[in-house]
């Protein structure tokens, strides 16, 4: 579905992506991780088309997209949610969504954009009442809109940014379980970055690990998390937990569970 090849973001002389290749298959989920300034956020902004790479493809069910501008990126079928959610406070939680809804997938009905926003709301278990205030969301509740505004645009590929800063436990376990069925009832394809190793480990098929601009490794969750440069780099006392998780969901998929 991706194909991504020698991808390079220069800023001045700085390199803040030094020559990525990297593919994502139909219904996969794909974890970035990372130290701070590895370069994720970079990569999705040029994957969503924030920023322009400076050099290298990226073809996006087989056409090159590298490039484009955001709203042409998002017509072809790539959605993505922030880091830090900024809905506009006047606005209600639906009408939110419903402005995501016209801006994806070229849609000028009024119609479709709320049947999209209400799908979207009811798959994040947000109230798909016409005037429920943004106010009275926690930050539970504001990581929930960010993923409707971006499942309201249609997308077949979902760049999750950090979906569980700010969330306790319990939260951070069902925003995880909601990328899963967003993924297995769906059909959506997703790269998730996310600094909570235990969590994402659990839910991912494959991790990709940038460090420095460069990848340094990729595989199944439970190789990547017992690969001695991985820790070195950036699991380091987190490593046993990782591992942990990844083998448990190992066993479990293994098992059918
Ligand atoms: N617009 C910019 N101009 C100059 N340097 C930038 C710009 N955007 C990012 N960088 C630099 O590029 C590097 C990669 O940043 P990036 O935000 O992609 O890292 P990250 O892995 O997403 O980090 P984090 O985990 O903290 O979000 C960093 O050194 C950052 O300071």
Known sequence: MLAVEGLVKRFGGFRAVNNVSFRVEQGEILGLIGPNGSGKSTIFNMLSGTLPPTSGSILFDGHEIAGLAPHRIINRGIGRTFQIPRPFHRLSIFENVVLAGFYGQGRHSRG?????????????????DRNASVEGLGAAGLKKLELAKALATGPKLLLADESLGGLDEAEMDQAADMLRRIRDELGITIIWVEHIMGVLMRVVDRVMVLDHGEKIAEGLPADVAGDAKVIEVYLGTDADASLAAAAAAQARRRIGA
Do not use: S
Not at 116 to 127: D, N, S, T, W
């Open 112 to 128: 479709k954009a709320e049947e999209a926003a209400e799908r979207a709301l009811a798959m994040v278990g947000l109230p798909t």
